[in-house]
């Protein structure tokens, strides 16, 4: 079966950096349209960013551009989100999600996800 396994998350200060990474296996990783969401506590999952896997096309949340970047390493079945400058309003529970094709910022366009990192940023 497809997994997705995120690690990189903790605790930061603002103006701190994180790199979260989404290792995969069981699936052909290199044909997945991958993308980060986020959850805090009371709200619904939110879009952060996605990467196509032709040509590498990304799209980024408002809240977020400029500030984060994902990337993946195909040869290593592995996406990452590089977070700079964090604020405290990034604090949530951050998921990896995999889909056959673009799935653009909506939770249902993603057929595979991860169990989730914890990113908390203080003030």
């Known amino acids: 079966q497809v997994q997705l396994v995120e690690t990189g998350g903790g605790l930061v200060q603002a103006g701190g950096s994180l790199r979260l990474s989404c290792a995969t296996s069981g699936g052909t990783f290199s044909s997945f349209a991958m993308a980060w969401f986020r959850q805090a506590p009371g709200k619904e999952r939110e879009f952060v960013a996605g990467?196509?896997?032709?040509?590498?096309?990304?799209n980024y949340a408002d809240s977020v551009k400029g500030r984060f970047t994902i990337s993946r390493d195909n040869a290593k079945n592995t996406v990452y989100l590089q977070m700079n400058n964090l604020k405290p309003e990034d604090t949530a529970i951050y998921y990896c999600g995999a889909g056959e094709y673009s799935g653009g910022s909506y939770v249902s366009g993603y057929s595979y996800w991860g169990q989730g990192t914890q990113v908390t940023v203080s003030s």
């Open positions: 990467a196509s896997w032709r040509r590498s096309i990304t």
